[in-house]
């Protein structure tokens, strides 16, 4: 067993070592609006659904500079998003969505991903993204100097047909294989979603 104190390491230390620990992780891809309508495209994986509320977290960090992400400051002007969950067709273009790009550069554009109008939010919805969630602001929370918990309240839910299942109204996970992100610096830095089972309730004598 290798045991590392986290309150004596470094930042970097700790965010390379706790993010390699915590897998797999569902990836948040977030399309945004500017407030000239412009749109924006970036991934999220410190990210987690709550389901009762109907409620998104993601934690978003801060550019090397200091500055606001793109992705955050759409969120605090328009106070809207929509969050994405990807599957393998769409895992290159996902990551290449990560870059760093002047906000005038529109990732949308950049990486040809068609887009539809959501229902009601400004922010669009990516045509070929098997799950889309309409999403507004509820409230931002700084956890540290370069770091902001944003909780969204999810409004409406978008499933391509076919994952969902009709009958039992709920997406089948057998259906799709949903992205994960994995450590970023020893091996694989993404997974797909592999062998999958149901077991039912248990028992009780
Ligand atoms: C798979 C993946 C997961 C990421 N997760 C996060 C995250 O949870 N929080 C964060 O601040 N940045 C994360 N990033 C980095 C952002 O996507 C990156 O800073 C991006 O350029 C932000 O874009 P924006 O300025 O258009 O919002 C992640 C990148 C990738 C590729």
Same mark, same amino acid.
Request: proline share 9%; net charge neutral; glycine share 6%.
């Given at each position: 067993m ?10 970097r +230390?700790?965010? %390379?070592i /706790?993010s ?6 569902? @990836?948040?891809w @977030?399309?945004?609006? +500017?407030?000239? $309508?412009?749109?924006?495209? =970036?991934p999220f *994986? *410190?990210?987690?659904? @709550?389901?009762?509320p109907?409620? &998104?977290?993601?934690? /978003? $960090?801060? %550019?090397q500079d ?11 002007e328009?106070g809207?998003?929509?969050?994405h969950?990807a599957?393998r067709?769409?895992?290159?273009a996902?990551h290449?969505? $990560?870059?760093?790009?002047?906000p005038e ?8 991903l ?6 009601r939010?400004?922010?669009?919805r ?9 999403c507004?602001l ?6 540290a100097?370069a770091?902001?918990?944003? /909780?969204? +309240?999810?409004?409406v ?5 076919? @994952?969902?299942?009709? =009958?039992l109204?709920c997406? +089948? =996970? ?5 992205? =994960?992100? &994995? ?7 993404? $997974?797909? /979603? ?10 009780l004598p």
């Amino acid at each position: 067993m290798t045991t590392r104190d986290l309150a004596s390491l470094p930042k970097r +230390d700790v965010y %390379r070592i /706790l993010s390699s620990l915590v897998v797999p992780r569902p @990836i948040a891809w @977030i399309s945004t609006v +500017d407030a000239s $309508g412009r749109v924006n495209l =970036a991934p999220f *994986s *410190s990210f987690m659904g @709550i389901f009762g509320p109907p409620m &998104l977290a993601v934690t /978003l $960090g801060r %550019r090397q500079d200091g500055s606001l992400k793109d992705t955050h400051r759409n969120l605090r002007e328009r106070g809207e998003a929509v969050v994405h969950l990807a599957d393998r067709p769409l895992l290159e273009a996902l990551h290449a969505s $990560g870059e760093e790009v002047p906000p005038e550069v529109s990732e949308l554009e950049r990486l040809g991903l068609a887009a539809v109008p959501s229902l009601r939010v400004a922010p669009p919805r990516l045509a070929r993204a098997p799950v889309a969630l309409e999403c507004r602001l509820n409230r931002e929370l700084d956890l540290a100097p370069a770091s902001t918990l944003v /909780l969204l +309240d999810v409004l409406v839910a978008h499933a391509a047909d076919r @994952i969902y299942d009709e =009958a039992l109204d709920c997406a +089948d =996970a057998s259906r799709w294989q949903p992205l =994960a992100r &994995l450590a970023s610096v020893a091996g694989p830095n993404y $997974g797909v /979603l592999g062998e999958t089972l149901r077991l039912e309730a248990p028992q009780l004598p």
